[in-house]
């Protein structure tokens, strides 16, 4: 009986949306799944999958908040498009690239 445990920050993908939608769940549950009945050959209907949402107050990366940390990626990626309007107002770190952050 495998479980698996789906975590995911508390906001909608759309405007206007504060969560996952119930289709967008439906999708995930069916997703891992079948992805579990595909790889190692798991009966679907033995598969339990729960979905958390977590609130972005309470989900935090690189030693930040969650939505501070994306602010500061944000201004990372913009210091790299503008590099000289970013040097003479930032003064944050670099952040590494390509380690599967999201």
């Not at 992805?35 to 977590?54: A, C, H, N, Q, W």
């Not at 935090?60 to 940390?69: D, F, I, N, Q």
Request: a neutral charge; aromatic letters at 4%.
């Amino acid at each position: 009986m495998p479980v698996v445990t789906i975590q995911v920050t508390r906001e909608g993908t759309t405007p206007g949306a504060s969560s996952t939608t119930p289709e967008q769940k439906a999708a995930l549950i069916k997703g891992a799944s079948e992805l579990l009945r595909d790889v190692l050959g798991k009966p679907m209907e033995s598969t339990f999958v729960i979905i958390e949402e977590v609130d972005t107050d309470n989900w935090g990366w690189g030693g930040l908040p969650a939505l501070e940390y994306r602010k500061k990626r944000a201004a990372a990626a913009a210091s790299k498009i503008f590099p000289l309007t970013a040097l003479a107002t930032s003064n944050l770190a670099p952040l590494p690239i390509g380690r599967g952050e999201l």
